[in-house]
Nanobody
Framework: QVQLVESGGGLVQAGGSLRLSCAAS????????MGWFRQAPGKEREFVAGLSWSGGRTYYADSVKGRFTISRDNAKNTVYLQMNSLKPEDTAVYYC??????????????WGQGTQVTVSS
């Protein structure tokens, strides 16, 4: 079992930056691939970014490539999502997730409670 707690959401103006954090706990949390998803009002949850358990491999949704960076610090059991050049369409609840398999957005099985990100125009 892996427990995930997100933090760092908030209100920011378009063009600004935020860094989300996800604190993981559980006996084998550092061996899981990690990812970030988001869900905007009235829309389905969508994949944003993922990285392998070592942090050496990453992949991103086209909509955030070049603006968002996912990283992890296994010593702190924490995953980060650095979000730059934010746009109003990035407004959503952001979820951290853990998966035993890297590279498959459908394989995430543990989820955090989410943190709200609101980007004003």
């Amino acid at each position: 079992q892996v427990q995930l707690v997100e933090s760092g959401g908030g209100l920011v103006q378009a063009g600004g930056s935020l860094r989300l954090s996800c604190a993981a706990s559980g006996r084998t949390s550092s061996s899981y691939a990690m990812g970030w998803f988001r869900q905007a009002p009235g829309k389905e949850r969508e994949f944003v970014a993922g990285l392998s358990w070592s942090g050496g491999r990453t992949y991103y949704a086209d909509s955030v490539k070049g603006r968002f960076t996912i990283s992890r610090d296994n010593a702190k059991n924490t995953v980060y999502l650095q979000m730059n050049s934010l746009k109003p369409e990035d407004t959503a609840v952001y979820y951290c997730a853990a998966s035993p398999v890297f590279g498959n957005p459908a394989a995430y099985k543990y989820w955090g409670q989410g943190t709200q990100v609101t980007v004003s125009s």
